[in-house]
């Protein structure tokens, strides 16, 4: 079994910053992909960026050039750090990583159970 916990949601001003983290815990082998999502009411999830094994990411084009993913291997750790907020960026935000059990296994999807980001004045 494996929990994701996520950390770093809040209220924030338009132009503000904040880092969300989500760090896997459990019966893990090896975590391919991770990635942020995000839904605000009425709306579809949506990828916001995502990061391989490597270390390539992908980003939506919304966020681009203001939201940074980055992943910390050794504490089985994905960040979002997301700058120059709007309020059009205010969502639930979830991360997903792709997780191996074993080295036969196959790989899993796994969400952490979501922070709330609002940005307002």
């Known amino acids: 079994q494996v929990q994701l916990v996520e950390s770093g949601g809040g209220l924030v001003q338009p132009g503000g910053s904040l880092r969300l983290s989500c760090t896997a815990s459990g019966s893990i082998f090896s975590i391919n992909a991770m990635g942020w999502y995000r839904q605000a009411p009425g709306k579809q999830r949506e990828l916001v960026a995502g990061?391989?094994?490597?270390?390539?990411?992908n980003y939506a084009d919304f966020v681009k050039g203001r939201f940074t993913i980055s992943r910390d291997n050794a504490k089985n750790t994905v960040y979002l750090q997301m700058n120059s907020l709007k309020p059009e960026d205010t969502a639930v935000y979830y991360c997903?990583?792709?997780?191996?059990?074993?080295?036969?296994?196959?790989?899993?999807?796994?969400w952490g159970q979501g922070t709330q980001v609002t940005v307002s004045s």
């Open positions: 997903k990583f792709h997780i191996r059990h074993t080295y036969y296994s196959s790989i899993y999807d796994y």
């Open positions: 990061i391989n094994s490597g270390g390539s990411t």
